[in-house]
């Protein structure tokens, strides 16, 4: 293959890709996380205070939190940043949902299954795991321990 024809296909290849529309990934459904900020986690059991993000399609003009149903938050836009602390609702299984809704009624939602627990069990979770923690170091390092006693 000589030099004209290396320039021809590679001049193709160039003007094929300027002159072809690019399709652009947008996001056509709601995302949502939780993060912890104060508080517990453990698997899906949470405690204290969480920081819900989410975010939709542009097009989406207004964001509501629901709580087993209930709404507990409402944002204009279609971004949400929302400080919740798990004391200041039911114990117990929580359905968190995201909702969004745009210009043309067309809805959106995402749902995530949290289990809120009261601090008296997260007390209790919390002081188990410093027990099996010392536990552990106790059982690792005691018996060095104890031999540089009877030195």
């Known amino acids: 293959m000589n030099h004209k024809t290396q320039h021809m296909i590679i001049l193709t290849i160039v003007l094929l890709f300027c002159c072809l529309p ?19 986690a453990f698997g899906n059991y949470i405690q204290g205070t969480f920081t819900l993000s989410g975010s939709g399609p542009e097009a989406v003009d207004n964001l509501t939190v629901y709580f087993n149903g209930e ?11 929302w400080l ?18 745009d210009g043309t009624g067309t809805t959106y939602a995402v749902s995530q ?35 540089m006693r009877e030195k």
């Open 22 to 40: 690019l399709q652009v990934a947008s996001q056509e459904s709601l995302s949502m996380s939780i993060h912890r900020n104060v508080g517990m």
């Open 71 to 81: 709404q507990v938050h409402f944002v204009i836009g279609n971004t949400i940043t």
């Open 84 to 101: 919740f602390n798990t004391g200041d609702y039911a114990q117990g299984s929580t359905n968190i949902t995201l909702y969004g809704i």
């Open 113 to 147: 299954q949290w289990n809120f627990i009261g601090t008296e069990v997260g007390g209790i979770i919390t002081i188990v795991i410093v027990v099996l923690v010392v536990v552990l170091v106790l059982a690792k390092y005691g018996p060095r321990l104890m031999k």
